[in-house]
């Protein structure tokens, strides 16, 4: 889309929330592009239509990682993820650790 001008709309915090509210802000500025580019090319090709879906959809996905929000749940996620993982070592390696010294509670 060499000669097209166009900047999508900042993504809201409340628009990364969930699947469905992702779907329609991401719809809906699928949508204005495509009605700002029919005064141009109408009617738009296949071709065209899946690629304003495609680069909508890597605006969405960048919008979505930058979100503080996505990052606190992620980091929620990790936090269980990594845990059980972490847990495990503790486990396989509690009386070699517990032989040096590692008590089980804090002092």
Request: avoid cysteine.
């Amino acid at each position: 889309m060499a000669n097209e001008q166009w900047t999508s709309r900042p993504y809201e915090d409340q628009e990364l929330l969930s699947f469905d509210r992702l779907r329609r802000a991401v719809m809906n500025r699928i949508i204005e592009r495509a009605e700002a580019l029919m005064d141009v090319e109408f009617p738009l090709s296949q071709e065209r239509q899946d690629l304003l879906v495609s680069e909508e959809w890597e605006n969405a996905k960048i919008a979505v990682r930058n979100s503080p929000t996505a990052k606190e749940a992620y980091r929620k996620y990790l936090e269980q993820t990594m845990g059980g993982r972490l847990e495990d070592h503790m486990k396989r390696d509690k009386e070699e650790l517990g032989a040096m010294g590692v008590q089980e509670k804090s002092l």
